[in-house]
């Protein structure tokens, strides 16, 4: 789905959001939402506060789970997706804080495989993903997800590339602050979701929104395997459809 501007596709992915949490909350059940960080949700969560201010949208029955984080880092740390999700959302809602789900940073090396399988585990428990959002990374990584990731991974720690610890190094006071690793969602968990919207925003995300969207599906290309997904939608704002 092709917008003007990045607000009105935020505006559509929040609306999309807030009609899956009011439906469900009308069968008595819980709303299972996986949730992304970076610059591109930013306007959706805005876009979501604003609902809960105005038009009464309650995340009472909501539980979350992030894709990714950092690691290692600590929670209160300025780039911490920990921070960034209290910040940009579940400060101004009525979330439950025991419904929050987000790989940790500080989970202690050696148990890390352990807490990795409890997360997925924990989803799994939940009955699933009703909806993902994504962002996607100039190499078309998902999540932290990169390139070669297999389409059968699961939450894992992995190695971050140069190039992604190099785009979103201004987050940090230089390059060398910038985490070598991440926790992530794999491509498989995020398959599993029953619906995905995938978001891209500006000039800079045309060409890899071209190669997720026209080329050939590959593990090289992780945003490309979405293409065998059965409703997972782009949504892009005229700029990052320019190559389309
Ligand atoms: C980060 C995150 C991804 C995000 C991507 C794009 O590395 N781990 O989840 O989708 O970068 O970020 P942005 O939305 O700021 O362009």
Not at 77 to 105: C, T
Not at 136 to 157: D, K, M
Not at 210 to 227: C, D, G, H, R
Request: aromatic share 8%; hydrophobic share 40%.
């Amino acid at each position: 789905k092709i917008f003007d501007n990045l607000k009105q596709g935020s505006v559509f992915i929040a609306q999309e959001i807030a009609g899956i949490i009011r439906r469900k909350q009308a069968e008595g059940k819980n709303c299972v939402l996986g949730l992304a960080t970076g610059s591109s949700p930013k306007t959706v969560y805005a876009e979501l506060v604003r609902m809960h201010r105005e038009e009464g949208l309650s995340f009472k029955n909501v539980i979350s789970f992030n894709l990714d984080e950092y690691y290692p880092l600590d929670n209160d740390a300025l780039q911490s997706y920990n921070r960034y999700m209290g910040e940009q959302l579940f400060n101004h809602v009525d979330i439950d804080p025991k419904n929050i789900n987000i790989p940790n940073g500080e989970w202690p090396k050696e148990e890390i495989k352990k807490y990795c399988a409890e997360y997925e585990a924990l989803i799994e428990s939940t009955g699933g993903i009703d909806v993902q959002i994504l962002g996607i990374g100039n190499n078309g990584h998902i999540g932290f997800n990169e390139p070669g990731s297999s389409r059968f991974s699961r939450t894992r720690l992995v190695t971050l590339e140069n190039s992604t610890r190099i785009a979103n190094s201004f987050e940090f006071a230089n390059i060398s602050q910038v985490p070598r690793m991440a926790v992530t969602m794999g491509i498989d968990t995020i398959m599993k979701a029953r619906k995905i919207y995938l978001m891209g925003w500006g000039p800079m995300k045309a060409p890899v929104i071209q190669k997720a969207v026209e080329e050939n599906v590959t593990e090289q290309i992780p945003a490309s395997l979405l293409q065998q997904h059965n409703d997972a939608i782009f949504v892009v704002d005229e700029m990052a459809a320019a190559e389309l």
